[in-house]
């Protein structure tokens, strides 16, 4: 994956990744409980009941 100033770009398989370097990039995340809870789940496919 690459991210630049105006250009973020990754293989296929790398869907999850790219989307969390967008939501950075647009400072989408409340905080890094936001972002690490956002990877725990989408990444790493942890399940909070």
């Given amino acids: 994956m690459v991210v630049g100033e105006q250009v973020i770009t990754a293989r ?5 990744d790219m ?6 990039k647009m400072e989408l995340f409340a905080d890094e409980a936001d ?4 990877i725990d789940f989408w990444k790493l496919h ?3 009941n």
Wanted: a positive charge; proline letters at 0%.
């Fill in 46 to 48: 942890k399940s909070f």
């Fill in 12 to 16: 296929a398989n790398m869907y999850v």
């Fill in 19 to 24: 989307a969390i370097a967008i939501g950075k």
């Fill in 35 to 38: 972002l690490q809870e956002t």
